[in-house]
């Protein structure tokens, strides 16, 4: 499902980082919080950032992101779901609005 969401075949997001799929100022957001937070922790919850479709336009999205360990504790990779998050932002802009 992300790869129609982003608008790309899925064979051009296989073996990619999720880094390199997001917008400039999400990708700054995620060095500067979220790296820090999911090496010390492990773990993301409900971490809003922006997508980069294809054609560059932004989709928002939510991610719960976790580290998965070896029993040893050595890290083995990552386990990302991504909720596509569109009518949830355009709910949260519309309650800024309000007075």
């Given at each position: 499902?992300?790869?129609?969401?982003?608008?790309?075949?899925?064979?051009?997001?296989?073996?990619?980082?999720?880094?390199?799929?997001?917008?400039a100022g999400a990708l700054?957001?995620?060095?500067?919080?979220?790296?820090?937070?999911?090496k010390a922790e492990g773990?993301?919850?409900?971490?809003?950032?922006?997508?980069?479709?294809?054609?560059?336009?932004?989709?928002?999205?939510?991610?719960?992101?976790?580290?998965?360990?070896?029993?040893?504790?050595?890290?083995?990779?990552?386990?990302?779901v991504v909720f596509e998050?569109?009518?949830?932002?355009?709910?949260?802009?519309?309650?800024?609005?309000?007075?």
């Open positions: 499902m992300l790869a129609g969401w982003l608008g790309a075949p899925r064979e051009a997001l296989v073996g990619r980082r999720l880094q390199s799929l997001l917008t700054i957001f995620y060095e500067a919080h979220c790296a820090r937070l999911l773990h993301l919850r409900q971490i809003a950032l922006d997508l980069r479709r294809a054609d560059g336009t932004p989709v928002p999205a939510l991610l719960d992101w976790r580290r998965v360990d070896a029993p040893d504790g050595h890290p083995l990779g990552s386990r990302l998050a569109s009518e949830r932002r355009a709910w949260e802009e519309e309650v800024l609005a309000q007075p």
